[in-house]
């Protein structure tokens, strides 16, 4: 098991699609543990499950039957255009992406958005999973194929396989794990300075437990390079916002690892791959209801200083993603606020200055800033969050 291949993968689309309901098939887990997300129906977090693809005489299948091929971690991101930025999070960490298409819907608008952002994001390897197939005829299946077909040509998912599905009634899941177990594994340096991604942050404690048995908080998230392991003392940037005196701040959090999980087995050691969680020695109260969601972990010393001001080479779409109208992207004006992806971080910046397709920006909220770091640019278009292009950190 230590040995095959491992990818994380996103599972992304317009709401209502199936994204959920597909995940739930392919890993018999429901993603939507949030209780506000059971409540109303869509997916308000990132969500996380992982299977093994093995292969027997009979095909491919995740119930350990015949040889184990590769390890998979899926990131359910949410559909819904209000939380776009959480899905733009999601984007960050994954290798490879399902775009789940609805054979009765169609292409929709956060469609449109959600695939623009992997662009964004640089996820060139795709399938395209059309969904709800049981609920049409085999004309209006063929003409929703043709669409999609429409849609990715002279993209990044031109060649891209496109799949007919019903995750509902479990019509042709063996399909689409053969076309996961084909996806392209990148390179991973696992001798580079670690670089942990936080994309959740947990207390895991159930109420009532005794204080001599409580665990310490826990971060979830994709290691991106280098080796942690068990004992390592680690450093969290930005780390514990501190508000005094009407003034922010936020202080370096250092911690040890007390225990390393993959799936649901633990583990000595974790290389760059799939997503894990690392239990800490830090208090759970700071590591509750995603508070730290947005930071990075290393090995103590290792992390540059915070950064409240920041300079991005900027490529800008030719029109907006997501709005029900067809509209062009303004040019970057100065004094204009911009919201900004990086890794998992969200923040918005006030623009200082422009040259040519630079800019640069002042930090509401501080980011770890690595040099040529992909992010993600979005404006505030009549109230909501519109992804307008992408850059790279200089």
Request: net charge neutral; glycine share 10%; aromatic share 4%.
């Amino acid at each position: 098991m230590t040995n095959i291949p491992e990818l994380n993968v996103g599972v992304v689309g317009h709401i209502d699609h199936g994204k959920t309901t597909l995940l739930g098939r392919l890993t018999g887990k429901f993603t939507d543990t949030h209780s506000e997300e059971l409540k109303r129906g869509i997916t308000i977090k990132l969500g996380y499950a992982d299977i093994t693809i093995s292969k027997d005489k009979d095909g491919f299948n995740t119930e350990g039957k015949g040889e184990p091929q590769r390890y998979i971690s899926f990131i359910d991101a949410p559909g819904h255009e209000m939380l776009m930025a959480t899905m733009l999070s999601g984007a960050a960490i994954i290798d490879s992406a399902i775009l789940v298409v609805s054979a009765n819907e169609g292409i929709r608008p956060q469609t449109r958005e959600h695939f623009t952002a992997l662009q964004a994001k640089q996820v060139k390897n795709i399938i395209i999973v059309q969904n709800k197939i049981d609920l049409v005829s085999e004309e209006q299946a063929l003409e929703n194929y043709k669409k999609i077909k429409e849609f990715v040509k002279g993209t990044i998912a031109e060649n891209s396989p496109i799949i007919p599905i019903s995750a509902q009634q479990g019509i042709n899941m063996d399909i689409l794990l053969e076309e996961l177990n084909k996806l392209e594994v990148p390179k991973r340096d696992a001798n580079a300075t670690p670089m942990f991604l936080v994309a959740r942050s947990f207390d895991i404690n159930k109420p009532g437990k005794e204080i001599k048995d409580l665990n310490g908080g826990v971060l979830g998230g994709i290691l991106k390079q280098g080796t942690l392991k068990v004992g390592d003392e680690i450093e969290i940037k930005p780390g514990l916002m501190i508000k005094k005196a009407g003034q922010v701040s936020y202080e370096t959090l250092t911690t040890k690892i007390l225990s390393l999980h993959k799936g649901t087995g633990k583990v000595n050691e974790v290389l760059p791959g799939a997503s894990i969680s690392i239990e800490t020695s830090l208090d759970p109260f700071l590591t509750k209801t995603d508070s730290l969601i947005g930071c990075v972990a290393s090995t103590k010393g290792s992390l540059p200083e915070i950064s409240h001001k920041v300079k991005i080479k900027t490529k800008l779409f030719k029109k907006v993603m997501g709005s029900s109208k067809e509209e062009a992207v303004e040019p970057i004006r100065t004094k204009e606020m911009l919201m900004l992806n990086v890794n998992t971080t969200i923040t918005v910046g006030t623009v200082v200055s422009i040259k040519g397709d630079e800019i640069e920006l002042n930090l509401n909220i501080p980011i770890v800033a690595l040099k040529d770091d992909n992010l993600g640019i979005a404006r505030n278009i009549e109230g909501h969050w519109r992804l307008i292009g992408w850059g790279t950190i200089e």
